[in-house]
Nanobody, 123 residues
């Protein structure tokens, strides 16, 4: 499975941005997620979606502002980010868990990772 993340950029606080993740295969029974890593910090969970059911879950820090979604026809996962804050600045990674088990909020749950896309939010 290959994942290609894109859509990052430099925006101002309060702006919106949409990240995209293209999967090389249809993630029919996978769990897909977005993580992020800010400079000097550990990678942290942002959001996840079960491909089959569309069920989603978010980190408290982004709940109400970010929306994860998938496009079945094009094997795409998106992260719509609204009301961005400077603390959202990070490299964002998409990830795939081919055998979903457990909470799905840990890096160790995921088998495949995209290369990351940088999001910078200025104040």
């Amino acid at each position: 499975v290959q994942l290609q993340a894109s859509g990052g950029g430099l925006v101002q606080a309060g702006d919106s941005l949409r990240l995209s993740c293209a999967a090389s295969v249809r993630p029919v029974n996978y769990r897909m997620a977005w993580f992020r890593q800010a400079p000097g910090k550990e990678r942290e969970f942002v959001a996840k979606i079960m491909w089959k059911t569309g069920r989603t879950y978010y980190a408290d820090s982004v709940k109400g502002r970010f929306t994860i979604s998938r496009d079945n026809a094009n094997n795409m996962v998106y992260l719509q980010m609204n009301s961005l804050k400077p603390e959202d600045t990070a490299t964002y990674y998409c990830a795939a868990d081919t055998t979903p088990y457990g909470s799905g909020t840990l890096e160790s749950h995921y088998d495949y990772w995209g290369q990351g896309t940088q999001v910078t939010v200025s104040s």
